[in-house]
């Protein structure tokens, strides 16, 4: 059986990328939007950087019966992403597309962008669409309390990947003597206006 070619193998990694977020009740949006990021990531990838990352020789399994490649192929095979692209992949997938959003808010998609505009959600913008992180979400139909004053005080040179690190760590104030995310604090009651205090002099990388 003759190797896989480049042309099959881009269709199959797409198809399965839309499958894998078909499967987890996921939008054709998300299957953008990683597509949107990765292309970043090889734009901004010169070829001597792509030299140094990967393995001297990279190795992997023969073609599967289909023509896909082996997991093992597929696992050795992989862009080899710093952690701060990983981290940005990651803030990517665990956000909304408006469409989910206005789905998991039980409103609008047209209302979904009024709160954006107006501070009431937090959204960063991934090949030219809104995508809202789901840190933000409390449960369904509402968003975590306090979550307007916190967004306003978020820097605005802060990435979405820095964001998502500080709501999510266990690093803001102390809750019956244990340190806590920014998340479990608003959503436990927590004064919002202690994080506003902690983003103002916050040094999170």
Known sequence: MSKIGPRTGVVYAVVHLIETAQSHGRDWKLVAAVLAVLTTFVAETTPEELAVRLPPKLTGGHPGADGAPSARSRRTRSFPLSKQQKDRL????????????????????QQV??????????AFTVGG?????????????????????????????????????????????????????????????????????????????
């Open 129 to 205: 669409k809104k995508r809202y992180p789901l840190w933000q979400f409390a449960d369904r139909s509402r968003t975590l309390p306090g979550l307007r004053e916190t967004i306003r005080a978020i820097p605005s040179s802060w990435s979405p990947e820095r964001v998502q690190r500080f709501m999510t760590l266990k690093q803001g104030p102390k809750l019956d003597g244990k340190r806590v995310s920014p998340v479990t604090w608003l959503l436990r009651g927590g004064d919002p206006e202690r994080l506003a205090n902690i983003l103002a002099s916050s040094s999170v990388g």
């Open 90 to 109: 990651r803030a990517v997938i665990d956000s909304l597309s408006d469409d989910e959003a206005a789905h998991f808010l039980g409103v609008g998609v």
């Open 113 to 122: 962008r009024r709160r954006a505009s107006a501070g009431q959600l937090y």
